[in-house]
């Protein structure tokens, strides 16, 4: 059985409800591009003080507003909304600078209050060919790492290069591409992990609002799942792919692609033990499985001592934080709050 996309009814639902994080702004960029809108992408390059989003976040805004991603509760958008504007009507890049330390910016600010100091790398974005774009697009579909390099002088304001593995990315203070190489005596370097992919071994219930948190936070999720009984619970909102084997090619979408982590939810004890068995020889940092304890000691008993032991370092079972509450959406809360925290804290620390 084949790989097999999500359905229509989820495509039209996610072209609705746009992820979160840097996946949003990716999205966001290309589909303005693809109707022929230009647009501005912001970049954090420093900050000083309490902020509300820090050095790296991303906001992309066109003419109409802000499109995807947040620096402030909303008090900096109107100013960072006529500064995008700016950008596109002159067509370069521009430094937007936020102070929000000073009595004067609570009396006739933006009165956020924060007492921090903010610089936004504003760059544009045009319909054309941006290397900028691509390098993000570049990112979220291959899973790597985005490399900026971005000048920061008044006169070269704006350019920089974009690497993501070994492709590189470079570009004018227009957003255009740059045909040789550039270097810049003032300069930021910033360096962006991709959007977690996560792989549901299995699915059910909880399936559906694990997809939907997910998609929220700009993850990835693709599912395993073989059985007609089940494929059902698979194709929804927030699966961007259904991989239509058993746990026997787990090694082979496993080599294929870089997964953050592994949840083990088949809702079958023996499919749970072979997916278990092949997790205890991979690279998962991170390998959820739901069900009760018991049931989690009797699983690794059948895999035996030396692949349990393999697995129990990285594993997480029951999968899930310990918030209360019951039903699939409480569980899918609890696993995406585990998740939320593993990847913040621990995935690039490994």
């Not at 039209?12 to 702004?25: C, L, Y």
């Not at 997480?316 to 990847?343: C, D, N, S």
Request: aromatic residues 4%; negative net charge.
């Amino acid at each position: 059985m084949g790989d097999l996309p999500v359905n229509l009814a989820a495509h039209a639902w996610t072209a609705a409800h746009p992820a979160g994080g840097m996946r949003a702004v990716a999205e966001a960029a290309a589909a303005l591009a693809a109707t022929g809108v230009a647009s501005v992408v912001g970049v954090v390059i420093d900050t000083n003080g309490s902020t509300y989003r820090k050095r790296g976040a991303l906001i992309l805004l066109d003419a109409a507003g802000v499109r995807a991603g947040a620096l402030s509760g909303g008090c900096l958008e109107g100013e960072l909304e006529r500064s995008a504007r700016a950008v596109l009507a002159d067509g370069r890049a521009m430094l937007a600078h936020f102070d929000t330390q000073g009595e004067d910016d609570r009396l006739f600010g933006s009165g956020v209050g924060c007492s921090g100091e903010m610089n936004v790398l504003l760059m544009p974005l045009p319909a054309g060919e941006a290397p900028l774009r691509s390098a993000l697009v570049d990112a979220c579909s291959r899973s790597g790492w985005l490399k900026l390099v971005l000048a920061t002088a008044r006169e070269t304001l704006g350019c920089g290069e974009a690497r993501v593995g070994s492709h590189l990315h470079r570009f004018n203070s227009d957003g255009r591409a740059s045909p040789h190489a550039q270097s810049f005596v003032e300069r930021v370097a910033i360096a962006l992990p991709p959007p977690p992919r996560v792989l549901l071994l299995g699915a059910g219930p909880e399936t559906r609002p694990l997809a939907a948190l997910s998609r929220m936070l700009g993850w990835y999720v693709e599912v395993v799942e073989h059985r007609e009984r089940w494929s059902g619970h698979a194709d929804c909102v927030g699966v961007d792919h259904r991989h239509g084997s058993g746990p026997d090619g787990l090694v082979e979408i496993m080599g294929a692609r870089h997964f953050d982590a592994v949840l083990v939810m088949n809702h079958n004890y023996d499919l749970d033990a072979r997916c278990l068995h092949h997790l205890a020889e991979s690279s998962a940092g991170y390998v959820g499985l739901l069900g009760p304890p018991a049931r989690r000691d009797a699983l690794l008993t059948e895999i035996g001592d030396i692949a349990a032991t393999q697995l129990e370092p990285r594993l997480y079972a029951p999968v899930g934080l310990r918030l209360g509450g019951e039903g699939p959406e409480a569980i899918a809360l609890a696993i995406v709050a585990q998740l939320q925290h593993y990847l913040t804290h621990d995935a690039h620390h490994d």
